[in-house]
């Protein structure tokens, strides 16, 4: 047998036992070919194969044994170059990393090959894996031994790495006793550690000088399992005299200074308390302790400052260096602990040594840029105490300057800091707001909204194949409404001029939808694999609906797909009920497209921006369709109502000239009263609905398909009403779209639900929850309580079953079951841009619907931010004065818990101002019952409306107004908590626009003048 | 990681020294061997707080990163010449530039040499910076004049340090935004400090544009005429201790919004500018958006002769330069975008101009640094990688190009810009520089 047939032969069927004799008598000339066979033995057997391990029971299982995996790892160790070494997969196996007992005694075996084969790289190699996982780390004791016989050099960074993970070591060896409560065991630590001196004089106070996990290493130790951690072990080394007290307090400062991660600066700081140094052992250090408060992190230096703030008077106190850091921590935003430490300190420093007034102005006068209030108080009471001194501390161009940079900052101060420094606040100083403000102006919400319809907004068609070809992609990639719309007019209207090979072109963007291993396919295989496509997944929305349409496109409309895709609520999906109307849009655009060349476009793709259809182009359509004596599509055409200008009055008189030329009666009844000036609610019909039954063999595959849940592709197409059929449902959408708010009895024939002839109007309020949950281990609290608001909007009880699905204006109405409202939230979230689209005349359905759902608590997770972001967003567009739901959104957005939510809320507010959409009078009062019963906090609204404060007159006018109504709503005997920040701001606002004080605002005020928090406040606008 | 990496025999310090403090930046230039260049600048800070304030500041964008990702290197690099000192650096995600320029009336020395060259910046470096105190008079030496400092224990600190490719790769980006960008806004410090006072809690996850209200800086999240995108905004708190001292504040970003400026002006001829990639998870080096200046080929004779020309001159305005030689804008922008695709060019917003860095000359940079380019190369390599269909109207070009597994139609040429049916063009409708596919078509029928 060769050295290689050997070595194969142990290692297939011997142990350790026989290779370490064996490693270690190998020759020079053999450690390549041992090598080679190392690795080739690695990829043979290092896999997992499937195997029969009982008749019929079949399982993956590592062809390697832990034996050979041993094996194999010891003759990497005796063979490798540095190369193979580095390779990820050389890695030291779980158990040689001395974790317990060793039984085969592979340790021993490590050290003696090590010790034969003595490899080069080793120290290199340990690092390496050590920096890829810090769980890795070779024991410090097998570190020490590697040392101790000349195999490794020492190297800081890996022993540091190796200490700091000593505990954890403790740790699992506890496994090894019976009990593994263990009592004494920190004592027992304790004595291993002060009995290893080379540890205790080197590689302990290793730790100070580099990132470890010392701040995560522990143990416990006890029955009461107490927590053993290095922070609880040092500081009896140090009290033993293990440990240089001395050297432990000043090597934690100089920890302190480095950039570590912020956990790790904590357990210095902690370990430097842990010591309770003495007043003179931090004074002794105070140059370290000064270095600190140039660090990046504000927790060192407040620890910094906390550490020297009582000695800032004391004779040995080096005062110029304090100074000369202070000067860059003033500039500081993230600081404000720590720079109130500091102003409070400077006070001091300024009565022991007048003669630092000029520095000491300086560093005031800068800290007035920081933002928080707190810190500008500090330093503008530093100010006056030096500028209002008796004996003048300054010179008189130092006051100049210091005046004058004062006035400078005038508008960064808060309302105190501002009152703190009026006295020195020279004329020049007002506010450059006031500069150049014109003359208050006073809000008054606009009534009257007429749509843009015009050439500046007109959506232009899809010019080209390319264009269209382009737009798919956009499609696929974004989704959003504006472009799908688009994409769906361009469709239809370029129906006969695709190019022959289109359905090539169109394959990257099916591969990107559908999946992967449709690349390199052939078309057969690719027609192939859509013909038994399956529409009936989880997730689905709309754009699986758009999918769909893809899909039956590159198959030139062989299939019809739409109407394929599974919309009915499943146990894991809820999808949006409005979408069953956009597939039956879609479904009837495919089957079209499936019939003519060209195909007719759809009714209610929006003819101008952002999704209105003006009254002519819907006309021109219908008459397009009759030309063609083609029937409109119910769905279709009841979209085209909800989105058609019918208010822009001259495009609805061109409109109805139009109307003449329509053939069907009915139909042009219906747009004759959709289109006049002022529609009358009498002159509505009072159209019957026609009575719908399913047909026997729909019931049977429906009843069989909730039998049989697994049966794919069992969703028939909904039979589509007819126009005649659906015209009853088409007259309440119209209806609703011009007169939401009014009592329609005409149309009570239609249906008896909400949103026909009756208005669906939800009512909202508040209701206290409370949740208690026992917590037996802790004594002290065994019993928690919790309290939280949430909002209900209630609808009166409705017979379960929507009538139609072309009611639009009632589809909302029936509330989700409790138990799918996430999904609901969910589907909501990905829909809703379509959603709001849909609605560009009265979305206050969906606004309902998405305060019922992601509104609910205070507390929103990503998916009913997301909601309310989006529909916020939609309030920005110029409109109609915001109704009830609108304006509670708006409410909701500006009190939000996520910070966007509320930015993009005081745009709307904003915008709302200038469109004069807002209803100030509404937003107050929606504003105080919000804060009233504590759904949100003060704060929240205080520091976004700060944000709107001194942008022009008429926003300042409409924010007074909002607050005029708002104040009196809020509970007088017991303030609520930053009542004084609202204060100030309508102090603010009212100084601005000089609106009186309302009586009832005035009465709350007096009340407030009692609350020590708001005496101030309240007296100086009552005084005003 | 770069085809190089340098050394420096010491660390860079603060020393304390009889006649006052010396700011000692160590340095090590790549083509510092062949020159022999040992020292660029020897002399006084005549604000030293100040550039002090500036420094650290810039050693803090270097330090910060705004994704998860290992920190980078954090040494800045200088470039000497034209009277001024450039301390250029990004932040590890390579979202963030920064440049603190020092200008003849911020200096009182000797420019020993022109030149670029890594400084070290190192911790406690950094950390004495903020000793320097407002009346101290500070030395500045870029480099070693002499070895006249005594090494701790007597030894040699040599910290080696592999330059990252992305920082080559997002010097070209940056320069190719600067250069398009406008000023935007002007603001006071007052409006300044307010900037930051306004913006978000928190990390922006989306974009929000800046505008004035009234008198005040607003970061609003809708976009309004006149605002400036800033994509991720929360990047601007690294100028927050900058801000309160600076003099004015100018903000400039591209037409397009996909990048944006703020130019700090300290005063006593210093200038401080941090320039935002379009969004936090955007780093300068992949932005792509010099890919069609680079993709003609130029003579590399030409190339050559354009850096001899411009590392004499150490400044030019490529209008200028053009009209003075007669060339024509196109091909200056060609020569411009192949020089700073090494890393070679600069660009000065203040001066409107291009400033040279003295780096090795090293053309295959061009290709391992612009994958999209070199794979667009493989595809006209390739027998039948890109396949005319036809010449439309306004020679609209229409090709097939192959993709993974799929062919995609691609448009160039004409008025409108190319198209692509691949994901990168969907997903970035071109604002992201043109994928291979499209630049294999326009290098092949373009």
Redesign the interface.
Known sequence: MTTVETFEHIIRHQSCRELVPFLGALGKSDIVPVRQKTKSLLRELDRYVNTEVKPGQWQYRHQLTQEQQMMLFFAGLATYSRKEAQARSFSLPWHLSDRGPDPQGHQQHFITILEQARPEWLAEWLVRLTRANQWAVISYKQLRELENRGLLAHDPWLFTQSVAHQLTRYNWLRNTYKKTDIDGYDQQILHDLRADTTLLQRDLLLLFDYDSMVDSDSTISGKDRQLVNWLTLLPQLVASGHLNRSEVLTRCLLALRRDFRRPLLTWFKNLFLALHPTPEERLARQTELIDLLAHPLPLVINFALDQLKEFWTQPEFDTAALLLYADALVTRQDLKTGLRALFSGLEKLLKQDPTLAATLSRLSTTALTNADASVQERAGKLLKAILGAKKPLLTAEEVVETTDTISLYTDLLTPATRTLLGPYLTSTSAPSTDDSAPLASTYTPTSSFIPDISAATAIAPVRDWHELLFLTGELVQHNGPASVERWLDGLGHLRGHYPADYAQQLRPYLVRISSSELKNKTDDEIQEYFRTYSFGGIRQGRRELLSALLISWYQGFAQLNVSLVNLKAQQYSAPDPLLQVEQARLADLEHRLQTATPALPLLSTPSHAPYWVAPSVLVQRLLDYQAAGAEPAPADLALALTRTAATAPDDAAAARLLLPQLQHPELCALLEWYLAPQPEPTALPSPAAPTASKPMAREFTERLSKLIPFLKRTTAPEPSLSLAEALPWLWAVAARTRLPYQELPELAAVASYPGVAQPWLPQWRFEQKTHTYKQSWNKEKPEVTNTWQELLVQTPPVPRGLPNQLLLYSTYVQPPKSTTDWYSLFSLQLELPFLLSVFPNNPDVVYWHLIRLSCRTDEADTTAREVVQTAVHSLLEPGPLFSEPATLLLALGLTHSAPACRAVALEALLASVDTGRLVPAALGQHLGQLLSVGFVPVQRLSDTLAQARAISPLVDDAVCQVLEVLLPLLPSATPLRNTRKLLEGYADVQSRTSRPVPAAVAQHLQAWGQSAALKKAATGLLTA | MSDFAYAYTRPSALEARPEGNALLLSAFAEDAIESGTSCFFWGRLRNS?LAA?GL?TLA?VV?SRFVPQSAALRDPIVTAGAGLLRFEAFSSCNGVYARLDLGPDALDGEFLSSGTTNVDFN?PMV?????I??TEPVLLSVGEKEVVLERAEGRVTERKVALPERWIKGLTAVQAYLALMEEKLRMT??QA??L???L???SA??D?FLVL????P?????ATAGAVRVGGAHRL?LL??????CEALRVYATPDGQASAFVLELGGGQQFVLALSADVWRGFSGEGNQLDALMEELPTEWIAGANNLFRGNETFNPTLFALENGLDPATVDKLCASLSAMGLLGFDLAENHYFYRRLPFKTQRILSLNPRLKNARALLAAADGVQLIGVGEGGRT?ARVR???????V?VGGAQPP?C???W???H?GQRGPCKHILAAQMQFV
């Open positions: 707080w304030r650290s803090k330090a911790e950390n004495a910076l903020a000793r105190s407002r410090r007052v400090v307010q930051v006072q306004g978000p809690a928190g996850k989306t929000v209200r009234g008198p005040r607003s970061f609003s999240p809708v708190r927050e201790g900058l801000l309160p001292l229409e993709g993974t597994g799929v062919w995609h139609t448009l198209q049916t691949c994901t063009f969907s997903e409708q």
